[in-house]
């Protein structure tokens, strides 16, 4: 069954440099690389910052890789 | 697919599962700790000590006495440059760090780390409040926002990592006994002043000032659950704005920063236990690295390093820190009941709370256990003649050392030009949460829990 959630959207931005770059002073005085942060992310398209696991109309799976394979 | 979506595209998205036993800082801190405490025992049990890579300066009253120290230690400066230089790089590359990057930086931290801990080696250094962390900061506060270091070298300076380490192996200090002995009560001091100050900010955040909702839950855990992790925590959970969480990482560094300043100097005008102190700080700072730069430099100013730190550590670490994936958890059964208005479905899992978990804590009890079991068959004497210098001070020592790097690297990081602007109304309703927090957080540990915090914390181990 094919993943639908924002983890496998590519408007989904969680890495962790990204975010740093993102979110000035997140790295001042905690980490985008520190498991209380986990997987969460930026949504790009409604610019909202939140878990991966949720889904939406304007999912659109990233091109570069099958849709649903995580680790 | 308009051209602005195009733009957003994103090459990569992290799933981590297992791989985040090394794509976590968390689980590198523990790893490193253990590594350290385990060299540490081999050592002591094989009839040597890791005393030597531990260096760090001696107390000193004039510079040939300091020049003497480094000409005599130069090897074993060198051993520990070397040391952090490879386990920091190699972890940091496994991060995703470039080497390139990281190298220099790293190297530009340990220097000036031996110089500000020569300074604080300084028998003079006590009379003019040069302790070496609040030295660290003003420091690195201002080289980052006079000289303007160009962004890459933020590869090296890893507050966060610093810290963890450091807290890790400081559970290598303290007594598996103390934690469960202390830790009720750093929870119950804990946990009702962070409920109290979160819905002290959230509602005048919102009946006051009439903002959003989520930036009420941000700023809320911001000032009251873990600082910038709290929200950065919470801001998933409600699912805020992405402009929500800049807004209160702002205002948690800066009054994260007065803090450092704040608690110490107003805990020496009113002569505060070194215990009390700590727990205060542990109550009413905002962050970890925030709070043991405050907290150890109060425990240096009255001559009470560990009490001030171990107060501190129960009350951050344990009252609050281990708490932060309930906060998400409740935030989000809160935002999907009450206040769900778009169609960004996401349940709340009970697995946020393991998800969001610092883990790291986890290496802070293993590390405690760890050496509760390897010291506690010696008899006192034995204790303080042989294991504590031989085995237990040279990872004090190292821990030192990780604190150092990180209240430095809080001060090179903190760049204020570049912090988002907080606004006049968040700005109001999170310093009310400020003044709550420090007010309940002074009344629990000086007139409630005073005594407890003044008596409970010394060990003979």
């Known amino acids: 069954m094919k993943e639908t959630t ?66 | 697919m308009t051209d602005e979506k195009q733009a957003c595209e994103v090459p990569q998205v992290e799933k981590l599962g297992w791989r985040e036993l090394y794509k976590k800082e968390d689980w590198w801190a523990i790893w490193l700790s253990l590594l350290i405490i385990f060299m540490a025992i081999g050592l002591y049990f094989s009839g040597g000590t890791l005393k030597p890579l531990a260096v760090k300066p001696a107390k000193w009253a004039t510079l040939n006495q300091l020049f003497g120290h480094f000409s005599a230690q130069a090897p074993w400066y060198g051993l520990q440059f070397v040391f952090w230089l490879v386990v920091f790089t190699i972890t940091s590359r496994i991060l995703g760090f470039k080497t390139s990057q990281f190298l220099p930086s790293f190297i530009f931290l340990y220097i000036i780390s031996v110089v500000i801990f020569s300074i604080g080696a300084w028998e003079e250094a ?37 810290i963890k380490t450091g807290i890790v192996l400081l559970g290598a200090t303290l007594p598996f006994t103390l934690i469960i002995y202390a830790g009720p009560v750093a929870i119950i001091q804990a946990t009702v002043i962070a409920v109290s100050t979160c819905l002290v900010v959230y509602f005048a955040a919102t009946k006051i000032f009439k903002l959003d909702k989520r930036l009420a839950a941000c700023l809320g855990a911001g000032a009251s659950v873990c600082g910038v992790s709290g929200t950065i925590a919470v801001a998933g959970a409600v699912r805020a704005k992405k402009e929500h969480p800049c807004v ?29 102190a700590g727990a205060w700080i542990g109550t009413s700072e905002f962050a970890d690295a925030a709070g043991f730069a405050a ?17 501190f550590t129960l009350m951050k670490v344990i009252g609050r820190d281990i708490w932060i994936g309930l906060w998400a958890f409740g935030f989000a059964i809160v935002s999907v009941t009450k206040w769900e208005k778009d169609d960004l479905g996401q349940k709340p899992n009970a697995m946020e709370v393991w998800w969001r978990f610092p883990k790291f804590v986890l ?16 008899p006192m004497d034995e204790y303080l003649k042989t294991v504590k210098p031989m085995l237990v001070a040279p990872i004090k020592a190292l821990r030192t050392w990780c604190f150092i790097f990180c209240f430095l690297s809080i001060g090179l990081t903190t760049r204020f030009r570049e912090l988002a602007a907080a606004g006049s109304k968040p700005f109001k309703a999170f310093t009310m949460g400020v003044i709550v927090n420090v007010i309940l957080g002074f009344i629990f540990s000086v007139l409630i829990f005073g005594h407890y915090w003044s008596t409970a914390l010394v060990t003979p181990k």
């Not at chain 1, 001042?28 to 109309?57: I, K, N």
């Not at chain 2, 270091?149 to 610093?162: H, I, N, Q, S, T």
């Not at chain 2, 290496?363 to 010696?378: D, E, K, M, R």
């Open chain 2, 363 to 378: 290496g802070f009890f293993l590390a405690s256990l760890i050496i509760t079991a390897v010291v506690s068959p010696y």
């Open chain 2, 126 to 162: 006590h009379k003019y409040n040069l302790e070496p962390p609040l030295v660290a900061l003003l420091v690195g506060l201002l080289i980052a926002n006079i000289f303007r270091l160009p962004k890459w070298m933020d590869a090296g300076f890893r507050v966060e990592y610093y």
């Open chain 2, 295 to 311: 907290a150890q430099a109060y425990g240096l100013m009255v001559g009470m390093e560990d009490i001030a730190v171990r107060a």
């Open chain 1, 6 to 71: 924002c983890s496998d959207c590519r408007f989904f931005l969680n890495d962790a440099q990204s975010l740093e770059r993102l979110y000035p002073g997140l790295n001042t005085l905690s980490s985008a690389w520190g498991c209380v942060r986990g997987d969460a992310g930026c949504c790009t398209v409604h610019e909202v910052y939140l878990f991966p696991r949720g889904t939406c109309r304007d999912f659109s799976p990233r091109g570069d890789k099958p849709v649903g394979r995580g680790d």
């Open chain 2, 248 to 276: 209160a990482i702002t205002l948690v560094i800066v009054w994260a920063i007065i803090m450092i300043f704040f608690l110490p100097f107003i805990s020496k005008v009113l002569n505060l236990h070194a215990g009390i």
